[in-house]
């Protein structure tokens, strides 16, 4: 049960766009749709942010958004703002439920 | 409203056993999965275990495997995590979830193991 990889950090000003990325397996990455990606603020719970690749939940700005091509899923956060400045944690299902995290990437906004 | 609340968390030697407990309102506990997880210092997140809904099913992260049970009670509202033989490495936050299909929507504040003699 290997990790999905994603960079440690990633950073933008505001207003700029920025993507993180998520590698996987054909595994996992490459044959379920189910990648989800998580906010998590110093101190909080994690936040869902996308699920199934590219849905978004009520009440999560647009400015967010998914995708996955092979077996690389990617977070893109357009227009970004101060308070998008977290971690955000990747994940895909497995199979025979078991769900594997990427390790993190802490995102900067300058 | 949605809510997850863990509690149990606290500080044990290697070797003893803890058990969190996960306490869930606003929403009809017994048609969800739910899933616990954990954050160690400096780490990413880490899923541990899921639970099906009437607690018939359950299946565990390698790296707890046989250390770990998880448990509900329906009746309670209330999910379950007995860690036994703690190692250092064990030492994070816990966080319950509640699974939603193959993601998952709602989280807990969390709850800290540390493990030290």
């Given at each position: 049960q290997s990790a999905l990889t994603q960079p440690p950090s990633a950073s933008g000003s505001p207003g700029q766009s920025v993507t993180i990325s998520c590698t996987g397996t054909s595994s996992d990455i490459g044959t379920y749709n189910y990648v989800s990606w998580y906010q998590q603020h110093p101190g909080k719970a994690p936040k869902l942010m996308?699920?199934?690749v590219s849905k978004r939940p009520s009440g999560?700005?647009?400015?967010f958004s998914g995708s996955k091509s092979g077996n690389t899923a990617s977070l893109t956060v357009s227009?970004?703002?101060?308070?998008?400045?977290a971690d955000y944690y990747c994940t895909s299902y497995t199979g025979i439920y078991i769900w594997l995290f990427g390790g993190g990437t802490k995102l900067t906004v300058l | 409203e949605v809510q997850l609340v863990e509690s149990g968390g606290g500080l044990v030697q290697p070797g003893e056993s803890l058990r969190l407990s996960c306490a869930a309102s606003g929403?009809?506990?017994?048609?969800y999965w739910m899933h616990w997880f954990r954050r160690a210092p400096g780490k990413g997140l880490l899923w541990l275990s899921r639970i099906d809904s009437d607690g018939s099913g359950t299946i565990y992260a390698d790296s707890v495997k046989g250390r770990f049970t998880i448990s509900r009670d329906n009746a309670k509202n209330t999910l379950y995590l007995h860690m036994n033989?703690?190692?250092?490495?064990?030492t994070a936050v816990y966080y319950c979830s509640r699974g939603s299909y193959y993601h998952f929507d709602y989280w807990g504040q969390g709850a800290l193991v540390t493990v030290s003699s």
């Open positions: 996308i699920y199934e999560v700005p647009d400015r227009g970004l703002q101060a308070e998008d400045e | 929403f009809t506990f017994i048609d033989s703690l190692r250092a490495e064990d």
